[in-house]
C-alpha cells in the first residue's frame, strides 16, 4: 500500500508531518496530524481507500477490455486471410502496406475491365504451407480477391470485434466484463 496516496483518497491535500515512505502501521503511528478537516485517518481506513484506490471500476474495466478487443481486432485484419484459388486455399497478407497494394491493383484490373482488357494480368504472392506462391489473376478474378479482402475479410473482423465490444458495453458487472471471451482465430 502507498499510505499518502491513501491518505490522499480520503483527505485530498491533508496536512500532517512525518513520514510515509516505508509504508507500514508503525510508520503511520509517528505521523502527527494537523488536518482541521477530520480526524486522522485509521489505518483500517487507509487500507480500505487503498483497496478503492487500487479497484478499477467498471467503467474503467470495460474501457480496457474494449481497447484490447479493439487491438486483437486490428491484428485480425493485419494478419491476413485465406482464399481458395482453383481448389487450393491460399494465404495473403493484409497488412498495411498489402492493403495499399491490393487497392492500387484492384483499381488497375477493374480500369482493364471497363476498357475491356481480356489480356490483363495481375501477379500475387499467396502461401500454402509457409510456401509463397506466385499466382496470376485475371482483371475479374483480381477484383474478386481483392473485393474478398477489403469487404469480406476486413468486415467480418470488424463484425466480430463490434459484437464482443457490445457485449462488454451491455455488462453490468465487472465479472460480467471478465467472463466475456475473445476466441477468435
Same mark, same amino acid.
Given at each position: 500500500m502507498d499510505t499518502a496516496l491513501a491518505v490522499e483518497a480520503i483527505v485530498p491535500a491533508a496536512i500532517y508531518s512525518g513520514k510515509t515512505t516505508e509504508n507500514t502501521e508503525e510508520e503511520?503511528?509517528? $505521523?502527527v496530524w494537523t488536518d482541521? %478537516? !477530520?480526524?486522522?485517518?485509521?489505518?483500517?481506513?487507509?487500507?480500505?481507500?487503498w483497496i478503492? $484506490?487500487?479497484?478499477?471500476?467498471?467503467?474503467?474495466?470495460?474501457?480496457?477490455?474494449?481497447d484490447s478487443t479493439d487491438a %486483437?481486432? #486490428?491484428e485480425l485484419i493485419l494478419a491476413g486471410f485465406d482464399y481458395?484459388?482453383?481448389? $487450393?486455399?491460399?494465404?495473403?497478407?493484409?497488412?498495411?502496406?498489402d492493403q495499399g497494394n491490393f487497392t492500387k491493383a484492384a483499381l488497375s484490373a477493374a480500369l482493364a475491365m471497363i476498357q475491356g482488357?481480356?489480356?490483363? %494480368?495481375?501477379?500475387? %504472392?499467396?502461401?500454402?504451407?509457409? #510456401?509463397?506462391?506466385?499466382?496470376?489473376f485475371t482483371a475479374t478474378e483480381f477484383v474478386a480477391l481483392a473485393t474478398y479482402a477489403g469487404?469480406?475479410?476486413?468486415?467480418?473482423?470488424?463484425?466480430?470485434?463490434?459484437?464482443?465490444?457490445? !457485449?462488454? !458495453?451491455?455488462?453490468?458487472? #465487472?465479472?460480467?466484463?471478465?467472463?466475456?471471451?475473445?476466441? !477468435?482465430?
Amino acid at each position: 500500500m502507498d499510505t499518502a496516496l491513501a491518505v490522499e483518497a480520503i483527505v485530498p491535500a491533508a496536512i500532517y508531518s512525518g513520514k510515509t515512505t516505508e509504508n507500514t502501521e508503525e510508520e503511520w503511528g509517528r $505521523v502527527v496530524w494537523t488536518d482541521p %478537516r !477530520r480526524e486522522r485517518p485509521t489505518w483500517a481506513e487507509l487500507e480500505a481507500a487503498w483497496i478503492d $484506490v487500487c479497484t478499477p471500476t467498471l467503467a474503467d474495466v470495460k474501457a480496457a477490455r474494449i481497447d484490447s478487443t479493439d487491438a %486483437r481486432t #486490428v491484428e485480425l485484419i493485419l494478419a491476413g486471410f485465406d482464399y481458395q484459388v482453383s481448389d $487450393v486455399f491460399y494465404h495473403f497478407g493484409y497488412s498495411l502496406e498489402d492493403q495499399g497494394n491490393f487497392t492500387k491493383a484492384a483499381l488497375s484490373a477493374a480500369l482493364a475491365m471497363i476498357q475491356g482488357n481480356v489480356d490483363y %494480368r495481375q501477379s500475387w %504472392r499467396g502461401w500454402t504451407g509457409g #510456401v509463397p506462391h506466385t499466382l496470376s489473376f485475371t482483371a475479374t478474378e483480381f477484383v474478386a480477391l481483392a473485393t474478398y479482402a477489403g469487404k469480406t475479410h476486413q468486415e467480418n473482423c470488424l463484425a466480430s470485434g463490434w459484437a464482443i465490444t457490445e !457485449r462488454i !458495453r451491455n455488462a453490468a458487472t #465487472v465479472e460480467e466484463v471478465e467472463s466475456i471471451v475473445d476466441d !477468435r482465430q
